[in-house]
């Protein structure tokens, strides 16, 4: 199947400050990406939809101005954690909708990045 | 109603059981059907795709859908310890996918 390409994997911070999240894909062009975040034991939240080239879709309750996407091009979204806090710490997840060929329409996931912030 | 349902376990079952794992879906729109498998600390994988009613068979693997009822299935024959993770079904229509919680399967040796 197709690969996705999250990074980092695992990232610990201070309270405060930023961090960004990568999500790639490797072997085919996505126009839409999403990302999610996931608690211990739950299910997947999806937390916004990101076009490549147009601003991102947030679901309700999520902060724009505290989770910052940017889909720049067909193979890469970023999500960065501004002013992070010890309760943005979960994994976030992205995953990438094939927009062309064989791996059209389906979704195919990062290997997700957990962020612990102290 | 959520719009879709699973049960979330946790489902412990002795290794080389089948496995049946469930959903059930209240949009008659959706037309495709997936099973994602998440370890512990992974993203999910994709493992089954399908659309509309039917059966897929892919190894060991099973994807039953029924539309008429809503409800699709994945069987997982000879179940393996490896095959322990949490099953997730997500179904769409047209752009919007939508997941189930998921069900966290244990197969004990």
């Known amino acids: 199947g197709a690969v996705v390409s999250q990074h980092p994997s695992w990232v610990i911070c201070k309270s405060g400050t930023s961090v960004k999240i990568e999500c790639r894909s490797l072997d085919f062009q996505a126009t839409t990406m999403f990302w999610y975040r996931q608690f211990p034991k739950q299910s997947l939240m999806l937390m916004a939809t990101s076009n490549e080239g147009s601003k991102a879709t947030y679901e309700q309750g999520v902060e724009k101005d505290k989770f910052l996407i940017n889909h720049a091009s067909l193979t890469l979204s970023t999500l960065t954690v501004t002013s992070a806090h010890p309760e943005d710490s979960s994994f976030y997840i992205c995953s990438a909708r094939g927009s062309s060929g064989r791996n059209h329409g389906e979704l195919f996931f990062g290997e997700g990045s957990r962020l612990t912030v102290l | 109603q959520k719009e879709v349902e699973q049960d979330p376990g946790p489902l412990s079952v002795p290794e080389g059981a089948i496995v049946s794992l469930n959903c059930t879906y209240s949009n008659s729109a959706f037309q495709y059907f997936m099973w994602y498998r998440q370890y512990s600390r992974k993203g999910p994988e994709l493992l089954m795709y399908?659309?509309?009613?039917g059966n897929k068979e892919d190894g060991r693997f099973t994807a039953q859908v029924d539309k008429s009822s809503k409800y699709i299935s994945l069987f997982i024959r000879d179940s393996q310890p490896s095959d322990s993770a949490t099953y997730l079904c997500a179904m769409r229509d047209g752009q919007n996918f939508v997941f189930g919680p998921g069900t966290r399967l244990s197969v004990l040796p």
């Open positions: 399908t659309y509309s009613s």
